[in-house]
């Protein structure tokens, strides 16, 4: 059974950091590429960094340069370091593998995903 866990939410400041994992099960993870996504209540899910099988990853403009995402393949773990946090990026946080046939090298924001967690809360509040 596929499953993908996050953990790591909170609350914390603005200009603060948090640093998300989502553990897998149930599927070979060096074979794909996973992504994060977020979602606020009442807007659609909006999907922020992606990390390719070889590790090269993909940031939204939303995020570039504050967060960083990270693979830790023996581990079957996935992660996602969130720097300067804003109000702005308060929101459900869930992971997502990428939906067959996936490239190696690269990793796309727009790609098909599929067997989404069930999300870890983030609030940026002072």
């Known amino acids: 059974q596929v499953q993908l866990v996050e953990s790591g939410g909170g609350s914390v400041q603005p200009g603060g950091s948090l640093r998300l994992s989502c553990v897998t099960s149930?599927?070979?993870?060096?074979?794909?590429?996973i992504a994060w996504f977020r979602q606020v209540p009442g807007k659609e899910r909006e999907v922020i960094s992606c990390i390719a099988p070889n590790s090269a990853s993909t940031h939204s403009d939303s995020v570039k340069g504050r967060f960083t995402i990270a693979r830790d393949n023996a581990e079957k773990t996935l992660y996602l370091q969130m720097n300067n946090l804003k109000p702005e990026d308060t929101a459900v946080y869930s992971c997502a593998r990428s939906r067959p046939p996936v490239a190696l090298s690269a990793c796309s924001l727009t790609s098909p995903y599929i067997d989404w967690g069930q999300g870890t809360q983030v609030t940026v509040s002072s």
């Open positions: 149930g599927f070979r993870l060096e074979h794909y590429a």
